[in-house]
């Protein structure tokens, strides 16, 4: 964990942040950036870090011998169901940056595991 006296360290989850934010920067600006544009892609970007938490709380407790959380195998069912709706609902209602948000969001959990199988975590 990074301290007030530690040294600063550029993990994964600084790229994936810079990432995913600008990407939904990109239709944030050409959509004319207005107010309710800015506070779409704040939300996206913050339910973004909620995910991005999530998935390493999830990952820390799946290589423990005895998990601590028994419903965690629902987290992706929940997961793309939740986002398979969000998608079809930002499709009807044209808001382009929440659709891409909702596809990153998607594809997050897959590059999760691919990044995993090249650093697992250590028990």
Request: proline content about 5%; charged content about 15%; some cysteine.
């Amino acid at each position: 964990m990074h301290g007030h006296n530690q040294p600063f360290i550029f993990r994964t989850k600084h790229v994936e942040n810079i990432f995913v934010f600008l990407v939904l920067l990109v239709p944030t600006l050409l959509s004319g950036g207005s107010l309710l544009s800015w506070v779409c892609m704040t939300a996206i970007f913050f339910s973004f870090k909620h995910v991005q938490i999530s998935d390493r709380l999830r990952e820390r407790d799946e290589i423990k011998p005895q998990p601590d959380i028994d419903c965690a195998q629902w987290l992706n069912i929940f997961f793309v169901a939740k986002e398979s709706l969000w998608i079809m609902f930002f499709v009807l209602a044209g808001s382009y940056t929440a659709i891409i948000g909702s596809v990153l969001f998607l594809l997050y959990p897959f590059w999760r595991k691919y990044y995993r199988s090249k650093w697992p975590l250590k028990v």
